[in-house]
Nanobody, 114 residues
Framework: VQLVESGGGLVQPGGSLRLSCAAS????????MKWYRQAPGKERELVAT????????NYADSVKGRFTISRDNTKNTVYLQMNKLKPEDTAVYYC????????WGQGTQVTVSS
C-alpha cells in the first residue's frame, strides 16, 4: 500500500498549485481520501475530504472557496487544486487513507511567499 504526493513547490501569494496523490496497493475506489497539512511548529490539520465515489466533499473553513478536492478512480489519484494561495497555506501537504490502518504519503512541500 502506497500513497505518493507530488505537485508542491514555491508560489507567490495569490497563485495556484495542483497537488496529486497516486495510490497503489488497495482498491482505491472503495475508500474516502483526505488531504492534511502541517505547518512548522503546528499540529497536522485536516484540509479536505472526498468520499469514495467523489460525490461529497468537505473542507476546513480556512480553505473553503479556494481549494477543491477531486479524484479520478480510473487513475487511482486524488487531487487538491489550490487557488488564491496565502502565506499561511505554507505547509507540508499529505494525503491519507484509512484502511485497517491509517496510511500516509511522504508529503509534498508547499511554500507561499513573495
Amino acid at each position: 500500500v502506497q500513497l505518493v504526493e507530488s505537485g508542491g513547490g514555491l508560489v507567490q501569494p495569490g497563485g495556484s498549485l495542483r497537488l496529486s496523490c497516486a495510490a497503489s496497493g488497495f482498491t482505491f475506489s472503495n475508500y474516502a481520501m483526505k488531504w492534511y497539512r502541517q505547518a512548522p511548529g503546528k499540529e497536522r490539520e485536516l484540509v479536505a475530504t472526498i468520499t469514495s465515489a467523489g460525490r461529497s466533499t468537505n473542507y476546513a473553513d480556512s480553505v473553503k472557496g479556494r481549494f477543491t478536492i477531486s479524484r479520478d478512480n480510473t487513475k487511482n489519484t486524488v487531487y487538491l487544486q489550490m487557488n488564491k494561495l496565502k502565506p499561511e497555506d505554507t505547509a507540508v501537504y499529505y494525503c491519507q487513507v484509512a484502511l485497517r490502518v491509517v496510511i500516509w504519503g511522504q508529503g509534498t512541500q508547499v511554500t507561499v511567499s513573495s
